[in-house]
Structures are given as C-alpha cells and as structure tokens.
C-alpha cells in the first residue's frame, strides 16, 4: 500500500492486503493506524496487539510479554496472564484465517 501511494495509484478494492500506507506516519503527518502485527514463517507465530507480545516457536513455551513493562521481554507472563494469552493468539489465529483465505501472489506464499 505505501508503495501504490508513492506512485499515486489507488490499490484494488477486490484484493486484500495485510499493509497500509505508513507514509503519513513517516512523515509525522498523522500517527500510525496499526497497533497490530502478525508474523508466520513456517513455524514461528507471533502477534503484537498494543504494548502485549505474543510469540510461539516450535515446540517452545508459548512467550508472552507486556512491552510497555518489559521492553527486554525477559518476564514470560503466558501463565501469569492467560486471558491475554488466549486473547493474541485468537488474534493471530483470526488474522491467519484471513490471510489463508486470499489467493497467493508471488513467492510470499511459502511460509
């Protein structure tokens, strides 16, 4: 998306796209509208939704940490905060669900 707004072009309304236009944000034209990010390479998920961060690799302990608190991510609150957990990884699963749902383009389908 920031790329076909750098060219003035408008992307097309039949195709979804996990981006958006960071221009304006760049130029601290206005703040960034994503407070959430998702992450999947074969297997290693991981979601950021506000300041929480919820990472799984593997067969490893799901890793769970609150960012505005722990900026190192050294505490893992995964069982200490399983609402939150639960909640992040329903968000990662909800995005996956939506990105599996769109055609592939290019190699970016390999994950």
């Not at 760049?26 to 998920?45: G, I, M």
């Not at 609402?83 to 996956?96: C, D, G, P």
Request: net charge negative; charged share 35%.
């Amino acid at each position: 998306p920031s790329f076909v707004a750098a060219a003035d072009d408008e992307l097309p309304d039949d195709i979804i796209f996990d981006g958006y236009n960071w221009w304006p944000a760049l130029r601290v034209e206005a703040p960034s509208p994503r407070n959430t990010l998702f992450w999947k390479r074969r297997d290693q998920c991981a979601a950021r939704v506000g300041s929480w961060k919820w990472v799984r690799t593997g067969d490893r302990p799901t890793h769970l940490a609150n960012l505005e608190d722990d900026v190192a991510e050294q505490e893992n609150r995964a069982e200490t905060d399983p609402e939150k957990t639960v909640e992040l990884e329903s968000a990662f699963k909800e995005w996956l669900s939506k990105m599996e749902a769109t055609e592939p383009r290019g190699p970016f389908r390999d994950y």
